[in-house]
């Protein structure tokens, strides 16, 4: 009996797929090898599995020496163009050209240049496109400025915030002096009470020392005082008489 038709499909046991893998990446990389051999061919061969690995044959140097020179031939040969494609393209560069000149014509007619060879129908479709774009600039500059008065409204507004909070800083400035004053003149208040009551106790502890000296005055000097405070109060009395 001979094999069976293998399915080309995704295989969905896992481990039969890695098995069939390894497989047929060994038996790849074998063929790589005997067509460079028996060709004289160069070869390079870059296999990733689906975890990411990878595997890879060169018959020269090195895979990326292969590579480089792949990309140097690829953008260096000349690419060979079907004739009916060139006439296509020849063809749409012509309609290009034509377009192109067709502009320049008519950026000049809006500019107000060469206008001797158009005729009544093409000066009024002229007239009808600059009526159209002046239209659309006055629409576009109304819209600019508003957008402008917007933005400098708002700005105005934000100063505004910006000019109160600077005038409530002033005011608390110049009610924090006074503030600042009061608290001053209470403190040399308070000091002024402090000191009266420390000179009533000088007061009070000189007139104790005072009342505590006694002085020795003579008996007869006693006498002559009394003898003295009597008769000036007999002459006071005549006096009142």
Not at 80 to 98: C, F, S, W
Not at 111 to 117: A, C, T
Not at 194 to 214: D, F
Request: glycine share 4%.
């Amino acid at each position: 009996m001979g094999r069976g038709k293998v399915v080309l499909e995704r295989i969905e046991n896992k481990i039969n797929r890695q098995v069939t893998f390894s497989k047929r990446r060994n038996g790849l990389l074998k063929k790589a090898y005997e067509l460079s051999v028996l060709c004289d061919a160069e070869v390079a061969l870059i296999i990733f599995s689906s975890r990411g690995k990878l595997s890879e044959f060169a018959s020269n140097i090195s895979v990326p020496t292969t590579l480089e020179k792949y990309w140097q031939h690829r953008y260096s040969s000349p690419v060979d163009i079907p004739v009916d494609e060139t006439q296509t393209l020849y063809q749409e560069v012509l309609r290009l050209k034509a377009k192109y000149e067709s502009l320049q014509h008519s950026q000049r007619h809006l500019l107000g240049e060469e206008l001797e060879s158009l005729t009544v129908k093409e000066l009024y479709k002229i007239e009808k496109q600059l009526d159209r774009a002046l239209s659309q600039a006055r629409q576009k500059k109304t819209q600019l400025l508003l957008e402008r008065m917007e933005e400098l409204s708002k700005k105005e507004r934000e100063l505004e915030v910006e000019n109160k909070q600077l005038k409530s800083l002033l005011e608390l400035e110049h009610c924090f002096p006074s503030a600042q004053g009061l608290r001053d003149a209470s403190i040399e208040m308070g000091n002024e009470y402090n000191m009266i009551p420390s000179q009533a106790n000088h007061a009070q502890q000189q007139s104790s020392t005072h009342m505590g000296y006694h002085q020795f005055i003579p008996q007869e000097r006693v006498t002559e005082d009394r003898m003295v405070n009597r008769s000036g109060a007999n002459k006071c009395t005549a006096g009142w008489l």
